[in-house]
């Protein structure tokens, strides 16, 4: 077995180092895609696609056993210019791989699809899907959102992030509102007008200073915080509109349309959702999966970064080689140890796994 996982991560290595070296921003990925495809056709395994959202189905699917998907994304965002590698150059000194995607989130999507590619050829007691999907980094409605209806039903998913292949159980969401708050204009100089700007204001010492009574274990507090704010026309005009943002970081403790009807219920301002489908998740600490990690000595952990796991509405558990912390830096790397180690743990974590 070892010499099969061995050359399975070489060529892991070298599918990575291809996507690497192909520019994929968000919304820009056909090229990527195509590397994909080409590499799934050329090992003998039908490669679906859908716009830029490649993925592959069990061999021997079968209707009646559960479904879990590998689900990783191979857009990444633009260099900054503080790079000192040629962000597209995947160079290799010792075990680094250094390149824009190479941790987030290359290595876990070539790991993920070399565990496809190992149990592809093998019995289980579950159907995999491997989905490397397009939009990630801005949660855009044409990556995994537009495909998980061709998917059918998934029972367990696998998002592949860097996470030091650590087991994140939850995941905080994101939900952004708008506020508008109104009042009446009026001179400035005489007690004339109904001040938007304080209305929002009043608003915004609410926001600040609530806290949601239940809290996660692991995620912590709901967390609301104003980021932008505008209002006034010119310095002697009492404005009648204040507009405000508010950046909310969900947890499992709530959905989205609770936290939305809880603040529309204390403020004066008009709140509109830009969206409400970026949920938190969890899954359980007694799920199967979650206790096989532990065994294989994986800590267990809540992620304050958001993932594809926020559009996805069924169990599942984010787990990837890689450091969050080299995520959009700078020079960023993998380590072609960790990719090695990531195979041959997604590997044991499948092997013999029952729901």
């Known amino acids: 077995m070892s010499e099969v996982i061995t050359r399975l991560s070489d060529e892991a290595i ?15 990925e056909a090229d990527t895609a195509d590397i994909l495809a080409n590499f799934l056709t050329q090992h003998g395994i039908p490669a679906r696609r859908q716009g830029n959202n490649v993925w592959a189905v069990s061999r021997d699917f079968d209707p009646q056993k559960p479904t879990i ?24 000194e010792g075990d680094k791989l250094i390149g824009l995607g190479s941790n987030d989130a290359g290595a876990a999507a070539v790991s993920l699809l070399a565990a496809f590619r190992y149990f592809n050829d093998r019995t289980t007691a579950f159907n995999l899907i491997c989905a490397i999907t397009a939009e990630e980094e801005i949660s855009g409605a044409n990556g995994i959102k537009s495909i998980l209806p061709e998917l059918g039903k998934i029972d367990l ?50 926001l600040r200073g609530y806290e949601f009574p239940e809290v996660s ?44 009807a809880t603040v529309r219920a204390h403020v004066q301002a008009e709140i509109t959702p830009r969206s409400t489908h970026l949920q938190s998740s969890g899954i359980s600490l007694a799920h199967p999966l979650v206790r096989k990690a532990v065994e294989m ?59």
């Open 14 to 28: 070298e599918l990575l180092s291809q996507l690497i070296q192909t520019p994929s921003f968000s919304r820009e």
């Open 69 to 92: 998907l590998l689900n990783s994304h191979h857009d990444t965002v633009k260099p900054g210019v503080a790079w000192t590698y040629p962000p597209f150059g995947a160079v290799r």
């Open 157 to 206: 998913g696998i998002v592949g992030e860097p996470s030091g292949m650590n087991a994140a159980v939850a995941e905080k969401g994101l939900l952004v509102l708008d506020g508008v708050a109104r009042g009446r204009t009026g001179h400035a100089a005489r007690n004339e007008g109904d001040n938007a700007l304080y209305k929002a204001l009043d608003d915004i010492a609410w």
């Open 217 to 260: 274990p692991l995620l912590g507090p709901v967390k609301m915080t104003v980021t932008q704010i505008a209002a006034g026309t010119q310095h002697n005009v009492v404005p009648d509109e204040c507009r405000y943002v508010v950046d909310v970081r969900p947890t499992e403790c709530y959905s989205n349309e609770e936290i939305l």
């Open 297 to 355: 000595g994986k800590s267990t952990y809540g992620s304050p970064t958001l993932s594809d796991q926020a559009l996805m509405r069924f169990n599942t558990l984010k787990m990837g080689p890689g450091d969050s912390a080299r995520s959009h830096a700078p020079d960023e790397y993998i380590l072609l140890s960790e990719i090695r180690a990531g195979i041959a743990d997604y590997i044991n974590l499948l092997t013999d796994f029952t729901f």
